[in-house]
Nanobody, 124 residues
């Protein structure tokens, strides 16, 4: 079993920044991609960002491109999401996920393990 623990969420004013972290523990894979998704109340899960095992490939949802940056530290089994120029519409619960493949994906059903989520609230 893989355990994912997100941290770094909180309340921030519009225009501000936050850095989310997600640490993986438990069962390990030789290589795995990681992703971030979010869900706001009453809305479906939305793809935010993903990164391949080697960090050579990243992708972002259209609504966050140019404002968010995903990165990872494989030595620490941790993925990060640097969020800048935050908007009220970025308010959501953010989840990290692991895909047991070196290749990243934007599709949530291709991720097998999920964290409990961390809340991000952006005030106007």
């Amino acid at each position: 079993q893989v355990r994912l623990v997100e941290s770094g969420g909180g309340l921030v004013q519009a225009g501000g920044s936050l850095r989310l972290s997600c640490a993986a523990s438990g069962r390990t894979f030789s290589s795995y991609a990681m992703g971030w998704f979010r869900q706001a109340p009453g809305k479906v899960h939305e793809f935010v960002a993903a990164i391949s095992w080697s960090s050579g490939t990243t992708d972002y949802g259209d609504s966050v491109k140019g404002r968010f940056t995903i990165s990872r530290d494989n030595a620490k089994n941790t993925v990060y999401l640097q969020m800048s120029s935050l908007k009220p519409e970025d308010s959501a619960t953010y989840y990290c996920a692991v895909r047991p493949s070196a290749i990243m994906s934007i599709k949530e059903y291709e991720y097998d393990y999920w964290g409990q989520g961390t809340q991000v609230t952006v005030s106007s």
